[in-house]
Antibody, heavy 127, light 107 residues
């Protein structure tokens, strides 16, 4: 059973860079799938940040793209999120997640769906 | 971006009730939709993928349907542990987008 665990500073200064790591256990980050970051401001809904394939290919939310970098470290079986120039609006619970491959045999196409989630880590942006 | 509109934003129901939550996409997304349950203070839990397929371990009282732009999550025989917030997520195109969530409360 794959498990995901986020870690990183709980407090970040405004205009600084938020850096989080997600350690994968019970599975290999080199498996043919995507790994994702999702966040949730206090009392609000979920927002997709972006994701990375084991090869290093990435997709980012355009609303954050200029500030986001997601990377993979295969030697440590983990992937990371960097979000620069943070403001109070970036205060949120940050979740990492794994996506699972799915093949639609009726219509003959494949997709990836979020199946496993980390427990989340709260990051507060404040001086 | 594809907008996902969930309704209702919240509902009150009793144990044993049948509950239906709707998610509408701003454009057709085939059946590329997942449903997720989130309890207070907890991470989301994956319930359904491809609009209607249950993940292993998800009780059969949960069901999903729909294709194109309209999707539903139905919980039959609502149980105390089902009181939570439910989100849809479209997997059809980037950026992935969530619905705003539906809070299922105890009546």
């Amino acid at each position: 059973q794959v498990q995901l665990q986020e870690s990183g500073p709980g407090l970040v200064q405004p205009s600084g860079t938020l850096s989080l790591t997600c350690v994968v256990s019970g599975g290999s980050i080199s498996s043919s799938t995507w790994w994702s970051w999702v966040r949730q401001p206090p009392g609000k809904g979920l927002e997709w940040i972006g994701e990375i394939y084991q090869s290093g290919s990435t997709n980012y939310n355009p609303s954050l793209k200029s500030r986001v970098t997601i990377s993979v470290d295969k030697s440590k079986n983990q992937f990371s999120l960097n979000l620069s120039s943070v403001t109070a609006a970036d205060t949120a619970l940050y979740y990492c997640a794994r996506l699972e491959y799915y093949y639609n045999s009726r219509d003959h196409y494949s997709l990836y769906y979020v199946d496993h989630w980390g427990q989340g880590t709260l990051v507060t942006v404040s001086s | 971006d594809i907008q996902m509109t969930q309704s209702p934003p919240s509902l009150s129901a009793s144990v044993g009730d049948r509950v239906t939550i709707t998610c509408r996409a701003s454009q057709a997304i085939r059946n590329d939709l997942g449903w997720y349950q989130q309890k207070p203070g907890k991470a989301p839990k994956s319930l359904i993928y491809a609009a209607s397929s249950l993940y292993s371990g998800v009780p059969s009282r949960f069901s999903g349907s729909g294709s194109g732009t309209e999707f539903t999550l139905t919980i039959s025989n609502l149980q105390p542990e089902d009181f939570a917030t439910y989100y849809c997520l479209q997997h059809n195109s980037y950026p992935r987008t969530f619905g705003q969530g539906t809070l299922v409360e105890i009546k």
